[in-house]
Structure formats: C-alpha cells, structure tokens
C-alpha cells in the first residue's frame, strides 16, 4: 500500500507522528524508511501530543487554559474529563528518549505544543525540556493565539531557532492576510515555515509558506469522499436524491468528468466504490496533482482587492 501512495508522489517534505510510529513493531526501522524516502526534503517528527491528550481525557474549551500543576493538585478535574500532568510528563519524557534513540533519522521535530490545553507556562517548560536533550534548531517552536505576534518577533529573531510553525485548521478563517504577515516576517529572518492542518490550494497560491500538513485524504476512509476536479464527490449510497455533489446523482457530464478521473490514477469505479484504501490513495493523488501549486505573489493584489467588499 505504501509503494502505491508513495510512487507517484517523489520525494517530499514528510510529517511522521512519533506517538503512531511508537507502536509499530520495528518502527526504527518504518522511521529510517520515511526518512531516506523523503531526501532530499526534511523529515518533521511531531510527537502527537494532540492524539495523547484526547486519549488522557483532557478537556479542552476555546479560551480557557490550564495552570501549571503543583505535586498538591495534580489529578485534578479539568474542563470535561480527569487530567493527570504525571503522565503528561512521562509522555514527554518517552518522547526525548525516542528523539534520542533515533537520532540521525529526522531532520526537525515538533515541540510540545500544549499551549491551548495546558498553558503557555507549561509549553515553555516542555520546550526548554527538549532543548535540553537535542540541537536547539531542529526544534519547530509552534505559534497559537495564546501568544502574541511580539512572541513570533521574537522567536524570528532568536539565531538557534530555525523553523518555526503556527496553528491552522478553521483559525482565522483560512484567511491568507493573517498568515502572511508571520510567514513574511520569518522569512525576512531566514526561518522556515508549516501551517498545521491547511492545504487548499486557494490558501497555497496566496501564502510563501514551505510546508503544511493536513489529514483531509483521510475522509476516503471515514465518509466515502473522494476529491476530483470538479470538487468533493460522496460515495456513500445512503443519500438523498438532491445531493449534487453525490457520484449516483451527478449529471452525464460530471460523472463522465469523475470517472475520467478515476481511471486515469489506475482505479476502476469498483474500486473507489468498495474500497476505502482506495478512496484515500486517490485522495492523495489529489492532493499531488492540486496542493503542489507555486505560489503567487500577484494575489495579495487580489486579497486587498476583495478588502473593499468585505
């Protein structure tokens, strides 16, 4: 499966969850082959801290933040479930040890982004933690609305730091003008950027960042979706008749458009119908053929264009 995903695309900037590669058995061995697989593009290790704390039961509310635990209040009730900052702190200690294991095999690695859940206070704890254990510039400081554009001015001008990430996802309305101002700013200073979770090819035409990372392929598997040029098709059967963007309901000239699509990645209709591998990989294929886009510098012209009307 891995050959056929991997195949078309070449070599790449690839985004690995430590937290998953952990519980493979030979994962060493998994690690070693993403990275020699992405030369000469780097490999960013995030340690899945996100995937860790919904499997904890930490609650989590927009706006509200979590104060650093004394050895008094750990175990106490947070938000909607039980937290315990002790098996947080194994968590990131599992984390360093595994950096430390597999050094050699990654080029950057994801700090321990747990502003929005534990507070800032906490996140720079973990940060100078990790500091402590590997080279200060392979560290991604992660930038989220509980800090201030002062703190990217900051970080953009501190020398041992050399990439820097920030939130994605539904904040800021996708909007490329909120981005833009931090990526332009880093790059000023010779930083590389990501954005978590954003990948629409709107966004990447408007926005000079080096690398994102989103799990939208993913929805092949989970909803009978698949993307194609004339945008998001439903497999699912189980549908009302209105839907137009369902594959069973398509008009002659839009089916005929899907399952040229369709067959010219290698699939048969079949198996985008019965098979959710398969929806994925075509996904993917999508998001080859129409993520990868270069950016253009003329549309910021455009985006204060559209200001006016706004």
């Known amino acids: 499966m891995l050959e056929q995903v991997a195949e078309p695309a070449g070599p790449r900037p690839i985004l690995v969850s430590a937290y998953y590669l952990q519980k493979k058995k030979k994962d060493g061995d998994i690690l070693e082959g993403w990275y020699e697989y992405a ?37 106490v009730v947070l938000g909607r479930g039980l937290t315990n900052q002790t098996e947080m702190d194994d968590f990131v200690d599992s984390y360093i040890l595994y950096l430390k294991k597999n050094k050699g095999l990654y080029d950057y690695v994801v700090e321990m ?90 966004f990447l035409t408007r926005v000079d960042v080096d690398t994102v990372d989103s799990s939208s392929f993913a929805v092949g598997g989970r909803y009978a979706l698949v993307y194609t040029p004339i945008g998001c098709v439903s497999f699912a059967k189980q549908t009302t008749k209105n839907n137009k963007k369902n594959y069973y309901h398509l008009t002659d000239d839009d089916r005929v458009a899907v399952d040229s699509w369709i067959t010219s990645k290698g699939f048969t209709i079949e198996d985008i119908q019965d098979s959710w591998q398969s929806r994925n990989i075509l996904n993917l294929f999508y998001f080859d053929d129409f993520v990868d886009v270069p950016y253009v510098a003329q549309m910021q012209s455009y985006d204060i264009f559209l200001d006016r009307f706004i």
């Open 39 to 75: 030369k000469p593009y780097p490999l960013l290790l995030d340690s899945g801290v996100f995937t860790f704390r919904d499997k904890l039961g930490f609650g989590f509310k927009q706006g509200l933040h979590f104060h650093l635990m004394t050895d008094d209040d750990k175990g």
């Open 113 to 202: 982004d747990v502003d929005e859940f534990m507070g800032v206070e906490v996140a720079d704890i973990y940060y100078k933690k990790l500091c402590e254990a590997i080279p200060n510039e392979q560290i991604i400081r992660v930038w989220h609305s509980t800090r201030t554009f002062e703190n990217w001015i900051e970080w953009c001008e501190t020398p041992s730091i050399s990439y820097l990430a920030i939130e994605g996802s539904s904040q800021h309305g996708r909007d490329p003008q909120f981005y833009r101002k931090f990526i332009d700013y880093a790059r000023q200073h010779g930083k590389k950027t990501h954005v978590f979770a954003l990948t629409a090819p709107t």
